[in-house]
Nanobody, 128 residues
């Protein structure tokens, strides 16, 4: 299974971007899909996750209502709509997915462990 992320680019502060991620390869049923990011010189950090069963979502505090995670039209696809971008959002964004049995506590999904698949990342650069 491969996760292919796309939609990154260079934008100005205040602009919006929509990242997309699609799974390919062997058929699988994800339980959660989400996004992490890693800025230059910093550790990888959680951004957002969606649980397909029930559609519950969970966001990092720094999102502060600016980002929205949702499912794409096809199975095992996820998007991240990012609005009001700031230079602090500059990072490589990684798509992730897990399969059952999966974690049940949403807040635990903010940790990198437990995800079965990671995408290659798409770079987002926000200029001031």
């Amino acid at each position: 299974v491969q996760l292919q992320a796309s939609g990154g680019g260079l934008v100005q502060a205040g602009d919006s971007l929509r990242l997309s991620c699609a799974a390919s390869g062997h058929t699988f049923s994800s339980y959660h899909m989400g996004w992490f990011r890693q800025a230059p010189g910093k550790e990888r950090e959680f951004v957002a996750v969606i649980r397909w069963s029930g559609g519950r979502t969970y966001y990092a505090d720094f999102v502060n209502g600016r980002f929205t995670i949702g499912g794409g039209n096809a199975k095992n696809t996820v998007y991240l709509q990012m609005n009001s971008l700031s230079p602090e959002d500059t990072a490589v964004y990684y798509c992730v997915a897990d399969t059952p049995p999966a974690r049940t506590i949403l807040s635990s999904l903010s940790y990198t462990w437990g995800y079965d698949y990671w995408g290659q990342g798409t770079e987002v650069t926000v200029s001031s």
